[in-house]
């Protein structure tokens, strides 16, 4: 349950920031920006966690460090997509 409210939260962020990127000022962009990210980072852990739980391929990994990994990847994907975003205009 933890996954589907992590993977909403993200959502909401993503949909808020998209439908109202023009009225928003750049510092609470960028603060939707990192909680979508730390939330999907999270919602990606808990999911390579319960993979793991379920297939018993690999040990069970502790949540946060592969939650901050996870954030990290998708901040940095979020910073590329937007530099690309910004290029072709």
Sequence with gaps: MHFVICVFIALIC???????????P????AFLALIGAGTSGYA?????RKM???TKAFEKPD???V???AA???LVII???????KKKK
């Design 14 to 24: 993503l949909v808020t920031t998209v439908l109202f990127t023009e009225v928003f």
């Design 26 to 29: 750049k510092w609470f962009k």
């Design 44 to 48: 990606i852990s808990i999911f390579i």
């Design 52 to 54: 793991a739980m379920w």
């Design 63 to 65: 949540l946060l460090p």
């Design 67 to 69: 939650a901050g990994i």
């Design 72 to 74: 990290v990847v998708v």
């Design 79 to 85: 910073i590329v997509v937007s530099m690309i975003s």
